[in-house]
T-cell receptor, first 114, second 112 residues
């Protein structure tokens, strides 16, 4: 079974802190994604990576950066956390190739910024 | 641009009722279409998919048919169970990119 794990289920941080969210997948997938999920807005893509050290901006990259030094690990960084970044963050991975391949999701990290 | 519109929730039904969750899309070309489900406290998982017009995806008693003429991919189930309570997301992926566009999600609650 494909497994995508995220470092924390719940996280509370203060405004201005630098926050790291970690995601690890064990199926050698090339593509990895970070989304945020907010009520009524569905999932919005923050960044994605199609290979080690490669990244592309999604729809809402402002205030975020990412790092992919190893194929299995994709990190989301909030450079200076703000209250409007309070959200559920979901990581996903997928093999390269056909657009019909499904994405495999981690359980999510609920981040609260106070 | 490409987008997905699905019916707003929450939807509340009694057990064994018939379910329809509407989904329409706007896309250039021929996207693949998906339904993902998110059970309480979990990440999303693929429920079913269809990759070309007139394809029918099915899984766990759920079905959806890719209708190009109406740009729709409505989710149906003949008899829902309490365990089907979850949030359902319609999504599309177009071949020119590796990104999926999700709808806003529909929360479904089934009462015994």
């Amino acid at each position: 079974d494909v497994k995508v794990t995220q470092s924390s289920r719940y996280l509370v941080k203060r405004t201005g802190e630098k926050v790291f969210l970690e995601c690890v997948q064990d199926m050698d997938h090339e593509n990895m994604f970070w989304y945020r999920q907010d009520p009524g807005l569905g999932l919005r893509l923050i960044y994605f990576s199609y290979d080690v050290k490669m990244k592309e901006k999604g729809d809402i990259p402002e205030g975020y950066s990412v790092s992919r030094e190893k194929k299995e690990r994709f990190s989301l960084i909030l450079e200076s956390a703000s209250t409007n970044q309070t959200s559920m963050y979901l990581c996903a991975s997928r093999p390269q190739g056909s657009p019909s391949y499904e994405q495999y999701f981690g359980p999510g990290t609920r981040l609260t910024v106070t | 641009g490409n987008s997905v519109t699905q019916m707003e929730g929450p939807v509340t039904l009694s057990e064994e009722a018939f379910l329809t969750i509407n989904c329409t899309y706007t896309a250039t070309g021929y996207p693949s279409l998906f339904w993902y489900v998110q059970y309480p406290g979990e990440g999303l998982q693929l429920l079913l998919k269809a990759t070309k017009a007139d394809d029918k995806g099915s899984n766990k008693g759920f079905e959806a048919t890719y209708r190009k003429e109406t740009t729709s991919f409505h989710l149906e189930k003949g008899s829902v169970q309490v365990s089907d309570s979850a949030v359902y997301f319609c999504a599309l992926e177009y071949s020119s990119a590796s990104k999926i566009i999700f709808g806003s999600g529909t929360r479904l609650s089934i009462r015994p």
